[in-house]
């Protein structure tokens, strides 16, 4: 079990840092995102145009994209989670990865498009009220039943990180016992 969980941990962790760290790694996931999100709103028909490598400007208003708008933490945190469900074939382990991390991806490319749509074209007020009611209130609550969804496909899909995941639940409710247990003894000691 808890080589599963240092599986999941560093799989995850050595994606993240890949991006995070090695350059060209970052700057190709900021710029295909940021082509992306541009291709994304030329398509609605808005006006769009890519100002840099990691820039864009709807109706005139620049928005940079970062790291964070890439996606690529739930990426890793999924790729991590499913590397480490021990006893699982490789086939279904690969085919749980096609179902949650290009969704994760494409949903992303979603997001960036609709929050720079709504910064850019003023949907909610003010360009600074649309960036935060659709950064920070709409696309949160949509990935968040976006990645609830995704979780419960991978659960279902693949068990054996269902037991992972019970697993240490089990043995953090024994760890928090036994704590308790030894903090009430030194008390009634005293």
């Known amino acids: 079990m808890f080589i599963s969980l240092s599986r999941a941990a560093s799989v995850g962790g050595l994606i993240y840092f890949m991006f995070a760290e090695v350059g060209f790694l970052n700057t190709w996931i900021i710029s ?4 992306q999100g541009v291709w994304l709103v030329e398509k609605f028909g808005f006006p769009v145009a890519q100002t840099a490598w990691n820039k864009l400007a709807v109706n005139g208003l620049p928005i940079e994209i970062i790291l964070a708008c890439t996606a690529i933490e739930s990426i890793a945190l999924f790729s991590g989670i499913i590397s480490s469900a021990t006893g699982a074939t490789t086939a279904r382990k690969l085919q749980v990865f096609m179902i949650s991390v290009p969704v994760i991806y494409v949903l992303n490319i979603i997001r960036v498009s609709f929050t720079a749509s709504a910064y850019g074209l003023s949907w909610f007020g003010t360009p600074d009220e649309s960036f935060h009611i ?3 209130i709409i696309t949160k609550a949509g990935s968040l039943i976006a990645l609830m969804l995704i979780s419960y496909t991978v659960l279902k899909m693949l068990p054996e990180v269902a037991d992972m995941i ?3 639940l089990k043995m953090m409710r024994i760890e928090f016992r036994r704590m308790v247990g030894s903090n009430n003894e030194t008390k009634s000691e005293l």
């Open 134 to 136: 659709s950064e920070h």
């Open 32 to 35: 295909t995102v940021t082509g």
């Open 166 to 168: 019970d697993g240490i």
